[in-house]
């Protein structure tokens, strides 16, 4: 899949908080862009310590909020792993996420459209899945 531009981003934005009746405020961009620029599946605290970087003024409630705005409209997905803190995620495709038992790192992977090797009781029907992967990453095997 093609990244798309800054500006293709922005649009992106604008687009889906306005179909849900919100608008564009430089807080919900500079949080976006926060989760945009490292996909690394932050944490809200993580969120409001980068995004306090660019946009000193920001506060941990606003962040919150605009963490929930664009959850609200399908521009992130909530990712919970175990019992640790609630991180954001910006990918919007089907996918599940591997979780690194060493450093703690997530990364996106692949999920096939259909998994017919899941057995859905009969009659019922899956919207989507919430699939994580544990083990090592490359990196920590490595070491």
């Known amino acids: 899949m093609k990244a798309r531009s800054h500006h293709e981003d922005e649009q992106h934005l604008t687009e889906q908080l306005g179909a849900t009746g919100l608008r564009l405020t430089p807080q919900r961009q500079q949080v976006y ?14 969120v409001f310590i980068r995004a306090k970087k660019a946009m000193p003024e920001i506060s941990h409630a606003t962040v919150y909020n605009c963490l929930d705005v664009l959850v609200k409209s399908g521009l992130a997905r909530q990712v919970q792993l175990e019992r640790g803190a609630t991180r ?17 790192t997530i990364y996106d992977v692949g999920l096939p459209a259909e998994l017919s090797c899941v057995a859905v009781p009969q009659g019922f029907r899956a919207d989507n899945y919430d699939v994580t992967i544990h083990g090592i990453c490359a990196n920590c095997a490595k070491k």
């Open 33 to 46: 862009d926060v989760l945009l620029h490292k996909r690394d599946h932050p944490t809200a605290e993580e």
């Open 88 to 104: 954001f995620c910006p990918n919007m495709h089907e996918h599940g996420h591997f979780h690194c038992s060493d450093c703690g």
